[in-house]
């Protein structure tokens, strides 16, 4: 019986700040270029710096292709390496996004829980990723601001079936190709684990 499709959406982020061209971005572009295999639909979007627009189109975004999973990739000045975010967090979002907007009620889901984490073991994924010419690590803190706001909506939406990845600037000290292939090697290390998650519970169903 042939295989079922994959589909795998991938976000990056728009300019901001001092990142005139955003590390992100760049690294997804690469990512697409190179693709995540014959069996897998990729899919990527360039996100504004814009909390409204985050709100809208994650949601927007799980509706329409109802992926495996949703890897959104932000850029950090502080990470020198590929940083895998293990949860987001719902409070504390006080700064001001490219159109001097913050919410009001400075959280990202009202009545939501503080902190979400991912289905994914981002230990494990860190673990398979090594022994490529670029480092990972693992966080607990995706930062405050809209990388860390997208990643708890996108968890919210999605019951835990999202990742997000904090890539350094360009040149510090990776280039955009590295980045590309550490995302392709993070990614379909992911698809291999829900699939043998899927695997074992489809055994475990039909004994």
């Known amino acids: ?25 760049v690294a997804v572009q690469e990512l697409e270029k190179i693709g995540l295999g014959d069996g897998v639909d990729l899919h990527v ?14 949601p927007d975004l799980w509706m329409k292709y109802n992926p495996e999973v949703i890897v959104h990739v932000g850029v950090s000045s502080m990470a020198t390496m590929v940083t895998l975010e293990k949860c987001g967090h719902n ?27 991912s ?5 494990t994924i ?4 090594a022994g490529m010419d670029v480092q990972f690590t693992v966080s607990t803190d995706a930062g405050r601001y809209l990388c860390d706001f997208t990643y708890y909506t996108s968890l919210y939406k999605s019951q835990g079936k999202s990742v ?10 990776y280039t955009a190709s590295q980045l590309g292939f550490a995302l392709q090697t993070i990614i379909n290390s992911i698809l291999d684990m ?3 998650s899927e695997d074992q519970i489809t055994c475990h169903q039909n004994p």
């Open 91 to 117: 409070q504390g979002y006080h700064g001001l996004d490219v159109r001097q907007f913050c919410p009001d009620t400075e959280c990202c889901v009202v009545g939501g829980p503080e902190c979400l984490h």
């Open 194 to 196: 829900l699939e043998q």
């Open 45 to 58: 979007y360039e996100v504004p710096v814009e909390y409204q627009t985050v709100q809208r189109l994650i």
């Open 126 to 129: 860190c673990k398979r990723a």
């Open 164 to 173: 997000f990845i904090h890539v350094p600037p360009l040149g510090k000290p």
């Open 1 to 25: 019986m042939e295989k079922r499709r994959k589909c795998v959406v991938v976000t990056g982020f728009g300019p901001f700040g001092e990142h005139a061209v955003n590390a992100s971005w």
């Open 119 to 123: 289905v994914i073991d981002m230990d």
